[in-house]
């Protein structure tokens, strides 16, 4: 049994309504301890997206290359780039949403964001604020886990913003599940300590496979 439960068990499981006043008490004081230890958070002190050591382009365009429908640039579907003095960028592509309740394809990187799985602001709030700049530019740019970014539709991934997950979860059902799971994995990894009522959100998503 892991702290996320075991989805092959039941459990108690508590209303959406007291998960959700319960997570925006525990994160007014997480906030409150952070600011009081001069730690409040600044999405300037996550350095992103970073230069990817080999060629010209940055993370946003290595996970736009790699989450596309087809990484080849000499298929119909793959990657279009266009490239300056010192960098190189993707111009079109095509792109499903991970969290999206219709299934269409996004063909504009314009109209796509890079979603940290578990937002900066979580991070920072959950242990996060302890650490050095160049350890929060890790997490920021972070490529070791392949479901730590993803790329999403725009305009789903502002609507997430930085809401823990008993207070947001991907709008198709079939995506909690592995949503979950990508939480609880990115927490381990990087030895975070959400609130109780946090990891109940989180075993209620895992519930759902």
């Not at 269409?104 to 109209?111: A, K, Y």
């Not at 207070?167 to 939480?183: F, S």
Request: aromatic share 10%; net charge neutral; glycine share 8%.
């Amino acid at each position: 049994m892991t702290p996320w439960g075991d989805p092959r068990h039941g459990g108690a499981r508590v209303t959406r309504r007291v998960l959700l006043g319960t997570a925006l008490v525990a994160l007014i004081i997480w906030t409150v301890a952070a600011f009081a230890a001069g730690q409040k958070y600044e999405r300037a002190d996550w350095p992103h997206w970073r230069p990817v050591a080999e060629g010209c382009r940055d993370v946003r365009q290595q996970v736009l290359e790699r989450d596309g429908l087809s990484s080849d640039a000499s298929s119909p579907h793959g990657p279009r780039w266009a490239y300056s003095e010192r960098r190189c960028w993707i111009i079109s592509g095509q792109w499903v949403d991970p969290y999206a309740e219709s299934w269409r394809i996004l063909t504009d990187p314009s109209e796509l964001d890079i979603d940290h799985t578990l937002p900066l602001a979580l991070a920072h709030a959950w242990g996060g604020a302890t650490w050095s700049k160049d350890r929060r530019a890790d997490y920021a740019n972070d490529l070791g886990f392949r479901y730590a970014l993803r790329v999403t539709d725009r305009t789903i991934n502002r609507s997430k913003g930085a809401q823990p997950p008993s207070a947001w979860q991907p709008p198709a059902l079939g995506a909690r599940c592995d949503y979950g799971r990508n939480l609880a994995t990115v927490i381990v990894i990087w030895g975070l300590d959400p609130p109780e009522a946090e990891r109940a959100a989180i075993r209620t998503l895992v519930e759902t496979c």
